[in-house]
Structure formats: structure tokens, C-alpha cells
């Protein structure tokens, strides 16, 4: 299991303090350089057990860089005065042979531990990613303000390293359940402007956790955009192809967005229902989008066939045999799900037998979004109200089941694109991997 030891911190912040000091001492004995050697090597040593129980090589580097990185500025706190107190104090040192001496190792020392522990997290903690390294690159001059961003840092580090650690154990304790092998095959269905890829997976970091579970993964196979009954159709394929290929009678359907209408349709309107076990919406407008009506209605028509165009040609070039960006955002408009829902009602008896839930989540500000989802944010609270980004509240509704999540121990709550780990990131308050495990596990338990 995981565990930390504060106490390595301690002892290693004491070890490269004290290699620093011991300079002063080079003129008493000769066995001090080797005393000063000693602790330097046992101050970058020590790191290497700051925690126990990390799983893998590059976790294990990313938390020795974490460790010193944490003990550096409680050094700098005892060595900057040392070497204040000896510029004023210099005669009763020893003149300022002594204080150049220890001025020049310490500088020395302190820089090969910090630029060590940089380099390595850098090159190793994941979560970092783009915009925490260049605060670090562009405050790391500025006094304060780089203690501020070697906070940041640190702590991103450190949170990573415990978490993916304490999840590798949890998957390890849980193995012989298989807590996400349900009975019937899962197929992840996903939204509008993306495509299922084998490079670069639409769910994030979702599937790989599911499968080590124990879940069987299929995958829509859908055009990145076009209109919900086209889209249907080929989900329809995508369900007898898993069905064909596991032997199941069923499969459960978990879709996001856009992907929840179209798994709709396909069952009311397709004739999938005796093929389908549960249908499972993440943030999927059931109501359609206000704001998304407001934006085609007051877009110059040449805007609009230039964007569709542009669209059009990159996703043929990306694998959509015939795709359709007006279409697709048509339906997902307020008007366009209505027509949608109104279609589809006289047949949503189809849904009888199957079990039906579904999931939103809120931004709590429109900082807490990545781009674009930061930009749209406020647009869409003006028409729709509290909204992760894309989707209003009041449009997530729908099933037997509905659950909001509302994340209070971040600032930034959870957007639309959190909810299929878009960004690979470790949000402080939701473990989006672990959600889905409860998702699948709960349809494990209902003997979906």
C-alpha cells in the first residue's frame, strides 16, 4: 500500500543544510570535505524513499523530484540567513575565506538539488501538463512569485503520485471481483465532433480503467457529426457487431452528449430495444440548447457555409464518410430536440424492460473550463442557466434514475468535457475514472 514518510523530508532537508554549513569548518579538518561529500550524497539519496508503495518507474522518479522539491525552500530558509549572518559576522568566521567557500559550495549544491528535482518532475509528472510548467518557466525568476508557482508544482506533483498510487492498490484489492464485469457488454457511444479513435480515445483514461475492472468495451463508431437518425443507424451496427462478437443477447450503452440522442433513437426508432440492456446518458441535452439555437438563428448564412465546409472536409480527411456540421448542430438546438423527443415519444414504450439513467454536472465559474468550454460558459448560463460549459442543467434530466454532480471542494466544479476525462486531468474532488466504475458496477449489481 501507499504510504508516505515525512520524516525522509526532514532528514534529507537536514542532510543538504548540513552539507552546506560544514564548509565553514574546511579550515579546522580536511575530513570535512569528505563530511560535506557525504551528506550531499546522502541528501540526493534519500528522496528515493520518501514514500513506499508507488507502482511503477515513472511515478517512483516523479516523486523523488516531488520530495526535493519540497525540502528546497525549507532549506533556502536556514542557508540564506547563514549566509546573511556571516557577510555581517565575517571576521569571527575566519575572514572571508570561509564565507566565499561555503558561498560558492552552497550555491552550487542548492542549484544541482533544485534544477535535479525540476528536470525530473518535468519530464514525469503527467498532470502537470502545458500551462503549470511554462508558470513555472515564467515565474521562476521573478521573487515570491516562483515560491508561489514551485507551490503549484509540487503540489500537482505530490496529488498525482499518491493518487494513481492509491489506485493501483484499490485495482489491486479489487481484482478478483471484477467489480466491472457485467453481464452484458458495454458500448461507449460518443458525442458530437469527435470520432471514436484507436489513437486517442474520445473517453480519456475511462476505458483502460474499466477493462482492468473486468468490463467488455465496444465502441459507437459514429460520425463526428451529422444528423441524430444517421448517426442512429450506425450505432445500430456497432450494437449487433458486439452482440456478434460476445455472443451476449444485450449490450449496456453508456453515451455522452450528443451520443445520448442517438442511442435514443436507435432503440425507439430502430428497433434495437430487444438488443439493448440499459442506456446510461452522460450530460446528453435531452432538452436541446438554447444557446446553440440563438448562435446558428443570428450566424450570417455565409458564416455558417464556410464553418460547415471547413468542417466537412476536415472530417472526411479524419475518417467521416458523410459528415454534416449544420445537421448535426441542428439537432441539438432547442427546436431540433423537441421535433426529436416529439418523434420519438409514440415509441418510448420501446424503453420498457430497459433500464434508463442519467448524469449532468455543473462548472462552478468559467475559469473551472478548459478552452472552449471557459468561453462558452457564460453564453450558455445566459439561456440555459447553471451548465457544465455546453449544456444547461435543466436539459440532463431523463431516465428512470438522474443524478447532478456538483464538485464543492474545487472552484472549478466539472464541465462537460471532465466528464469523458478530455484532458487526462486529476480534478481535486472528482476522480472521474472511479465514477465510471461506479456506473458500470452498479449495472454489475442490477445483473445488467
Request: glycine share 8%; charged share 20%.
Amino acid at each position: 500500500m501507499y504510504k508516505e514518510r515525512p520524516i525522509i523530508k526532514i532528514l534529507d532537508g537536514l542532510s543538504i543544510t548540513a552539507a552546506c554549513l560544514t564548509t565553514f569548518l574546511y579550515q579546522v579538518s580536511l575530513w570535512f570535505i569528505a563530511l560535506t561529500l557525504g551528506l550531499t550524497a546522502l541528501a540526493f539519496l534519500m528522496p528515493l524513499w520518501c514514500a513506499r508503495g508507488i507502482p511503477s518507474s515513472r511515478l517512483k522518479c516523479s516523486n523523488y523530484g516531488t520530495c526535493i522539491l519540497t525540502v528546497f525552500p525549507f532549506t533556502l530558509l536556514v542557508v540564506v540567513p547563514v549566509f546573511i549572518l556571516a557577510l555581517i559576522f565575517h571576521d569571527d568566521v575566519g575572514g572571508w575565506g570561509p564565507v566565499i567557500v561555503f558561498s560558492v559550495v552552497t550555491l552550487l549544491l542548492m542549484n544541482a538539488f533544485f534544477w535535479t528535482g525540476i528536470i525530473i518532475v518535468y519530464l514525469t509528472a503527467n498532470q502537470l501538463g502545458i500551462s503549470k510548467r511554462l508558470l513555472g518557466v515564467f515565474c521562476g525568476m521573478i521573487p515570491v512569485a516562483n515560491l508561489f508557482a514551485l507551490r503549484v508544482i509540487v503540489k500537482t506533483s505530490g496529488r498525482e503520485v499518491r493518487e494513481e498510487s492509491e489506485r493501483y492498490w484499490r485495482d489491486e484489492a479489487r481484482k478478483e471481483r471484477q467489480v466491472c464485469k457485467t453481464r452484458y457488454p458495454l458500448l461507449m457511444v460518443h458525442g458530437v465532433f469527435f470520432r471514436d479513435s484507436e489513437h486517442l480515445n474520445y473517453w480519456g483514461r475511462v476505458p483502460a480503467e474499466l477493462i482492468k475492472n473486468g468490463a467488455t468495451v465496444f465502441y459507437g463508431g459514429q460520425e463526428s457529426a451529422a444528423d441524430v437518425r444517421s448517426c442512429a443507424l450506425q450505432i445500430k451496427k456497432a450494437i449487433v457487431q458486439a452482440i456478434e462478437s460476445t455472443g451476449a443477447e444485450k449490450v449496456n450503452i453508456i453515451a455522452h452528449s450528443k451520443g445520448g440522442l442517438d442511442a435514443r433513437y436507435c432503440i425507439t426508432m430502430l428497433g434495437m430495444a430487444p438488443y439493448v440492456a440499459s442506456l446510461t446518458t452522460i450530460n446528453t441535452p435531452h432538452r436541446g440548447c438554447e444557446f446553440a439555437e440563438y448562435l446558428l438563428n443570428k450566424a450570417p448564412e455565409k458564416l455558417k457555409k464556410a464553418v460547415s465546409a471547413a468542417y466537412n472536409a476536415g472530417a472526411r480527411k479524419l475518417g467521416d464518410s458523410n459528415p454534416d456540421f449544420i445537421k448535426a448542430v441542428t439537432d441539438l438546438t432547442k427546436d431540433g430536440v423537441a421535433r426529436l423527443n416529439a418523434e420519438m415519444a409514440p415509441m418510448d414504450q420501446q424503453f420498457n424492460g430497459i433500464y434508463t439513467q442519467s448524469f449532468g454536472s455543473k462548472l462552478n465559474s468559467a475559469t473551472g473550463g478548459k478552452f472552449p468550454l471557459n468561453m462558452s460558459y457564460n453564453l450558455v448560463r445566459h439561456f440555459d442557466g447553471a451548465n457544465d460549459g455546453l449544456v444547461g442543467e435543466a436539459s440532463f434530466q431523463w431516465g428512470q434514475d438522474y443524478h447532478f454532480l456538483v464538485n464543492t471542494k474545487s472552484n472549478r466544479g466539472i464541465s462537460h468535457g471532465d466528464m469523458i476525462d478530455l484532458n487526462r486531468e486529476n480534478i481535486e474532488g472528482f476522480d472521474i475514472r472511479e465514477f465510471y466504475v461506479g456506473v458500470v458496477s452498479g449495472l454489475k449489481e442490477r445483473g445488467l
